[in-house]
Nanobody, 121 residues
Framework: VQLQASGGGLVQAGGSLGLSCAAS????????MGWFRQAPGKEREFVCS????????YYADSVKGRFTVSRDSAKNTVYLQMNSLKPEDTAVYYC???????????????WGQGTQVTVSS
């Protein structure tokens, strides 16, 4: 499985940004997809995850109500819509694929290359 994330950039606080992650997998609909982020000097942290069907979703408390994850099986793509962005959302964002709906990086076997999101104050 190969994952290609895109859509990062620079945005002012309070603004919005959308990320995409395209997967090269015949069984995309069976994959749990997750988004994680890593700020400089910090550990990679969980942002959200979505089940293969899209029916189950987890969010980190820090993004709940501001971020929305979705997926399109016809396009083998998962999306992350980020609204009301804050400077503390600045990080490299990674998409990941696994088989278990989880908040732990250990449950994701495949990772994208990461895309930088910078929120200015």
């Amino acid at each position: 499985v190969q994952l290609q994330a895109s859509g990062g950039g620079l945005v002012q606080a309070g603004g919005s940004l959308g990320l995409s992650c395209a997967a090269s997998a015949r069984t995309f609909s069976m994959l749990v997809m997750g988004w994680f982020r890593q700020a400089p000097g910090k550990e990679r942290e969980f942002v959200c995850s979505i089940s293969g069907s899209g029916g189950n979703i987890y969010y980190a408390d820090s993004v709940k109500g501001r971020f929305t994850v979705s997926r399109d099986s016809a396009k083998n793509t998962v999306y992350l819509q980020m609204n009301s962005l804050k400077p503390e959302d600045t990080a490299v964002y990674y998409c990941a694929a696994g088989s278990v709906l989880s908040r732990s990086t250990r449950n994701y076997n495949y990772w994208g290359q990461g895309t930088q999101v910078t929120v200015s104050s």
